[in-house]
Structures are given as C-alpha cells and as structure tokens.
C-alpha cells in the first residue's frame, strides 16, 4: 500500500516532515480554526433552533479539514473533491488491511491486487496525483528535480515541507498525502468524537469550559498561547483517551532476533509483541480508575506532574506510543482537538439526544467510538 509505505520509508521524509516542520508552525492554530469555522457554518449552519447531526461523520469531516489546510494548503482544503478523497481513501486503506489480516499471510501478496478496497486505493493515488499536479506545476516543483531550499517560494503546508526535506531524492507526494491522512484522521477524529461525547455525558462541565475558552481566546485569540490556556480541556480529552486510547494494546513489534528482558524472560525471534495499553485503567496508578474525571490530569499537572498534559507521555499512559517513534503528530492532534471542542463549545449548544447512551465498540484491538453517534446542536446566541 503506498500510503503505508511512505510512512514505513526508511529515509523517514514523513517522518522528519512531521517533526521537524508540522510542529513549528505559529500560524497553525489560527489556520485550525479558520476552516473549522467554515466547516462548522457548511455543516451545522447558523441554525438556532435544535437539530440532530451525525457526530461520527461530521468530527471526521472536522478533522480532515482542518488537518488539509496545513498538510496542502488552503485550496485543496477547501476543494469538496479533495476532501471526499481523503476521507475515502484513509476508510478504504483501513478496510482493505482488516480483509488482507483476516488472510494467510501468504496469501496477502497476491490477493491484495484483487480487493474492492484496495484496487480503489490505487485509483485514488492517481486521482490525488491528478489534482496535486497542477500545484507542482505552479510551484515548479519536480519530483525528480532538487530545488535549493532557500530559493523556493514559501508555503506552509507539507506539500512544500516535503519538496524541501526530500532534496532532490524522489518521493511520491500523493502518496505521501494519504499516509498524512491514514495517521492523522482516524486517530484524531476518533479522540475529538468521544471527548465531545464524554462532556457532553457529564453537562455541568460545559458552562466551566465554556468560561475557560472565552478567557484564553479573549487574552490570546486562537493562538498557541490561547491554546495552551485551555487546562482542563487539555486534562478532559487526555482522561478520555485513557479511558478510550484507540487501541487495546499499542506499540505492535516482531522480535527480529532473540530478546532477553531484564527480568530474565526471553522472546524468541519472530515472535510478535504488543504493549497492553490496560496500565491506563489500574487502580494502583489512577484512583477509581473506570471512572470518567475531567479534572484528574488537570490536578496531576498542577500537582507537577510534568507528563499530565495531552500531547505529554509517560509508561502508564501510552496513547501516542512512547519512546524512539513517539506520535511525532500529537502536538498537531492536540491543537486540533481542543481547538475543535472549544470553537463547538462557543458556537453551539450541544447535548446528546434524550435516552440514548453512546456505546464504545471494541472490534480486534480496536477501540472505537459509536459509529452512530448523534448528537443535538443549535447556534448559540451572540
Ligand atoms: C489522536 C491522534 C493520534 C494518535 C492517538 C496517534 C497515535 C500514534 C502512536 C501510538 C504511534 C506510535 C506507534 C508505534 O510506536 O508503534 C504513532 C506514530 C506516528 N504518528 Fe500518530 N497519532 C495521532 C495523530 C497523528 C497525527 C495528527 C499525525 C501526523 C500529522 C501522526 C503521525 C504519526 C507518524 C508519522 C507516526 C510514526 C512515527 C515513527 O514511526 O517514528 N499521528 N501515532
């Protein structure tokens, strides 16, 4: 699959991409929530009267267009067709692995060639490639010709980050764009639906976060530094993801030789491991653990504990991965998640509809937020 293999690359473009450049942007906040604005008034509108929307779609629509604003810039982001092939093709990729694992390994090879999900994946890299061509030929961008860094006309977006950092050596930027998506939406988009869903579940929160946002952006606008002012957001959606990580064990490896733990235990070569992300839920490291508190990473952060922020790791809580290869998007997923839940919050009132329960779906390894979660939104008055 391209789009994985890009991510798997061993010259990393991606990866440096990400940490290098993805992080370091002061406009990036502002730019999150300029198209999140006009998501919002496309999708929720300026209706004040209660209406249902669909949740589980629209935070991935949300997502994708903040998240295409920085990976390529502000005219794809806003073209439906892209945003339609994004969304599709990340959906189509994750599908197409769970009918390839559900294989022989020895089969995979060559039945890949023949899945629905996969031949559409093909023919939606030549559709990306097709739509990012005329920006290359603006840019005069070449994916075989080197472009000195410090001549290039400047672009904030990964489009260009990825000319640069590749220097010369071939890449495939349609390629690389879905891998961009495979990382960044599913992960995020399922972190901002259940955090809208659990405050949501516990109402007396909204009026505080409410306050908080209205504070910080008052003081700092949509900034990084407005951001940051968000606390209890940042703990809220960091306790959902303990509660909800995405994945019931993490950090998948195979043992390439034979490993021998400290502990004496030896993993024979080709075994294949994972950490049991369960830590997130023992009562020894977290107090009434099942529990949903809003506050609890706030009172950690303010007690000093240095890994209680979001974007922040620590062995007993391993959402984004821990270690060398780290989640070099978390900052970005961050941002883009408080962001998304303080603009809702401002904007709209919103409740879950009466008598229903929003359940998590467990499938394989995969923790996932109801696929049919509704919720109730009017615009809020000026
Ligand atoms: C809530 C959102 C996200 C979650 C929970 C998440 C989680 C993770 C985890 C657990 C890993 C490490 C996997 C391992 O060690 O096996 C990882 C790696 C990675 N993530 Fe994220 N991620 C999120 C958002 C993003 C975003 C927004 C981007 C890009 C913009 C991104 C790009 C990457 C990349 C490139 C890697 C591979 C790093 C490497 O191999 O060195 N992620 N992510």
């Known amino acids: 699959m391209d789009g994985q293999r890009v991510v798997t690359d061993p010259r990393k473009i991606l990866i440096n991409v990400t940490k290098t450049k993805l992080n370091n942007q002061s406009s990036q906040c502002e730019l999150f929530h300029e198209h999140l604005t006009e998501a919002l008034e496309e999708i929720w509108t300026d209706c004040d009267e209660w209406h249902t929307v669909d949740w589980s779609q629209h935070a991935v629509r949300f997502i994708g267009r903040m998240s295409a604003s920085v990976f390529v810039g502000p005219e794809l982001a806003r073209d439906p067709k892209w945003q339609e092939l994004i969304l599709s093709s990340s959906m189509n990729t994750f599908m ?40 290359f030929d603006r840019r005069g961008y070449g994916q075989s010709q080197s472009i000195e860094p410090g001549k290039m006309e400047k672009f904030e977006d990964t489009i260009q980050w990825l000319e640069e950092t590749a220097a010369g050596r071939p890449y495939d930027a349609a390629a690389a764009q879905i891998a961009f998506a495979i990382s960044a939406m599913h992960t995020t988009s399922e972190l901002l639906k259940q955090s809208l869903l659990d405050i949501c579940m516990h109402p007396d929160l909204i009026p505080v976060l409410r306050d908080e946002a209205q504070k910080a952006i008052e003081e700092c606008g949509w900034t990084t530094a407005g951001v940051f002012k968000l606390q209890l957001l940042d703990s809220a959606i960091k306790e959902t993801q303990r509660l909800k990580p995405g994945l019931l064990v993490n950090l998948e490896r195979k043992a390439l030789q034979d490993v021998t733990l400290p502990n004496g235990l030896t993993i024979p070569r080709g075994t294949n491991i994972a950490v049991d992300a369960s830590i997130m839920w023992d009562p020894a490291i977290y107090p009434n653990p099942l529990s949903y508190d809003a506050y609890r990473f706030l009172r950690l952060r303010k007690s000093g504990n ?23 998007g978390r900052f970005f997923a961050s941002n883009e998640v408080k962001i998304a839940l303080a603009k809702i919050l401002l904007t709209y009132d919103v409740r879950i509809p009466e008598g229903i329960t929003p359940k998590i779906v467990e499938m394989g390894f995969e923790m996932l937020c109801d696929p049919d979660a509704k919720l109730e939104v009017r615009k809020r008055k000026d």
């Open 96 to 135: 197409g692995i769970r009918s390839l694992r559900a294989l022989p390994a020895f089969l995979r090879p060559l039945v890949h060639w023949f899945l629905p999900e996969l031949r559409k994946c093909r023919q939606q890299i030549r559709l990306a490639r097709a739509m990012l061509q005329p920006i």
């Open 306 to 328: 240095t890994a209680a922020a979001l974007a922040s790791t620590s062995p007993e809580h391993i959402a984004f991965g821990i270690g060398k290869p780290i989640c070099p």
